[in-house]
Each structure stands twice: as structure tokens, then as C-alpha cells.
Nanobody, 115 residues
Framework: QVQLVESGGGLVQAGGSLRLSCAAS????????MAWYRQAPGKERDLVALITSGGSTNYADSVKGRFTISRDNAKDTVYLQMNSLKPDDTAVYYC?????????WGQGTQVTVSS
């Protein structure tokens, strides 16, 4: 079965950095687009960044220039490098992929940015 396991969240001060990882199994990773979403308390889950199988990327306006999504097909892992973190970045971050109409999500990793 498809499994996505996120790691790398934690507590960081504003201006700091974190790198999230998402290890995938049960899929042919190299042909799948991968994405990071986040959900803050009381808010909807929103797209943060996406990377296609070919390496093209797309970012939410709120994170452009601060976050970088990348992938390592040899390790079946997608990363989210987060720099210049702000308190507004506080959320649970989820990894997502899809096969056809079926979406798969990880369990999420908490990122808390203190001011």
C-alpha cells in the first residue's frame, strides 16, 4: 500500500529554518508529482509547494522566495526547505501524492514558529 511518512517538524524561532522530509513507499516515486500542504488551526488545508516528476515547481505566494521543494528519486523522498520562517507558517505540514483520482496523504508533521 502507499505510505507517506513526514519528518523534520519542530519548534523554531522566527527567522529560523527547518527541512521537512517525506519518504514514500508503495508507488513508483519517480513518475509521481509530490506536494506539500499545510493546515493551521481553524483553517483549511492549503497547497504550499508542488514538484512534478520532471522537477518543475510551483509555490504558494506566501512562501515564494523562502521555501524550496526538491526531490531525490533515488531515495523516494521529497523535501521542503523552509527558510526565514514566520509565526504565520505555524501549521501541520502534510505530504501528498496521487494516483489517478486517489490521493494519498501522510500523517503530518507539526511546525511551530515562535515570535
Amino acid at each position: 500500500q502507499v505510505q507517506l511518512v513526514e519528518s523534520g517538524g519542530g519548534l523554531v524561532q522566527a527567522g529560523g529554518s527547518l527541512r521537512l522530509s517525506c519518504a514514500a513507499s508503495g508507488i513508483i516515486f519517480s513518475i509521481n508529482a509530490m506536494a506539500w500542504y499545510r493546515q493551521a488551526p481553524g483553517k483549511e488545508r492549503d497547497l504550499v509547494a508542488l514538484i512534478t516528476s520532471g522537477g518543475s515547481t510551483n509555490y504558494a505566494d506566501s512562501v515564494k522566495g523562502r521555501f524550496t521543494i526538491s526531490r531525490d528519486n533515488a531515495k523516494d523522498t521529497v523535501y521542503l526547505q523552509m527558510n526565514s520562517l514566520k509565526p504565520d507558517d505555524t501549521a501541520v505540514y502534510y505530504c501528498k501524492t496521487a494516483q489517478g483520482r486517489i490521493s494519498y496523504w501522510g500523517q503530518g508533521t507539526q511546525v511551530t514558529v515562535s515570535s
